[in-house]
């Protein structure tokens, strides 16, 4: 069953979107929530890579991550960024781009006690992206953690948190037989959504 009716689609994008999310939740697919993550880094390079979305509304679509990683040093000086899910076994595909801006630390306060405590020492151990002499020296960081937070709780780092990326345009994919894929995508402009059929 498709949610999206291609023939007469809806004026705005967001009841579609997370129909589509839903239904891929409910497949066997693991992990239905992840997405490619596009950021241009500092010099103008392009760099890629998959994060998992952890909140969608019509204010943006939200993942977490270490600052001062190489997206996260990329997403602070260049606050744009483009998402993509693909569903294989659906024959679909979700294309995203926007502005870029932190979430609250209320939001990232909330997110990060979620997390199981072993993430959370792996995370404040971690120096994300950059060198390491071996695996040992990162084991023994995470011991260091451990030992410092014995009994009591995993305190956020103030360099880890969440972002969201606006959404600025939203394409669905849709495949069908012979190649005759259906697209659509919508632009938010001036203050509504604009949509255009675009061709396969």
Same mark, same amino acid.
């Given at each position: 069953?498709?949610?999206?009716?291609?023939?007469?689609?809806?004026? +705005?994008?967001?009841?579609?979107?997370?129909?589509?999310?839903?239904?891929? #939740?409910? #497949?066997?697919?693991?992990?239905?929530?992840?997405?490619?993550?596009?950021? /241009?880094?500092?010099?103008?390079?392009?760099?890629?890579?998959?994060?998992?979305?952890?909140?969608? %509304? +019509?204010?943006?679509?939200?993942?977490?991550?270490?600052?001062?990683?190489?997206?996260?040093?990329?997403?602070?000086?260049?606050? =744009?960024?483009?998402?993509?899910?693909?569903? %294989?076994?659906?024959?679909?595909?979700?294309?995203?781009?926007? #502005? /870029? +801006?932190? /979430?609250? *630390?209320? *939001?990232?306060?909330? !997110?990060?006690?979620?997390?199981?405590?072993?993430?959370? $020492?792996?995370?404040?151990?971690?120096?994300?992206?950059?060198?390491?002499?071996?695996?040992?020296?990162? *084991?023994?960081?995470?011991?260091?953690?451990?030992?410092?937070?014995?009994?009591?709780?995993?305190?956020?780092?103030?360099?880890?948190?969440? !972002?969201? =990326?606006?959404?600025?345009?939203?394409?669905?994919?849709?495949?069908?037989?012979?190649?005759?894929?259906?697209?659509?995508?919508?632009?938010?402009?001036?203050?509504?959504?604009? $949509?255009?059929?675009?061709?396969?």
């Amino acid at each position: 069953m498709n949610s999206f009716d291609f023939e007469r689609p809806p004026s +705005e994008p967001m009841t579609a979107l997370h129909a589509w999310m839903d239904e891929a #939740t409910r #497949t066997s697919l693991p992990n239905p929530n992840a997405m490619t993550l596009a950021t /241009v880094d500092p010099d103008g390079s392009p760099s890629a890579r998959i994060v998992l979305l952890r909140g969608l %509304d +019509e204010r943006g679509a939200v993942f977490f991550t270490n600052r001062e990683s190489r997206k996260g040093l990329a997403l602070e000086t260049n606050k =744009v960024a483009a998402l993509v899910f693909h569903w %294989d076994c659906l024959e679909r595909q979700i294309r995203i781009e926007g #502005t /870029v +801006e932190h /979430v609250s *630390e209320e *939001e990232s306060d909330t !997110y990060w006690k979620s997390r199981p405590r072993g993430s959370q $020492l792996a995370a404040r151990a971690s120096r994300q992206s950059r060198p390491i002499e071996d695996r040992e020296s990162f *084991e023994a960081a995470c011991r260091a953690e451990e030992a410092r937070f014995e009994g009591r709780e995993v305190e956020r780092p103030a360099h880890w948190g969440g !972002y969201r =990326v606006a959404l600025k345009k939203i394409e669905f994919w849709q495949g069908m037989n012979s190649r005759m894929h259906d697209r659509i995508t919508y632009r938010f402009e001036a203050g509504d959504w604009h $949509l255009e059929r675009l061709s396969p």
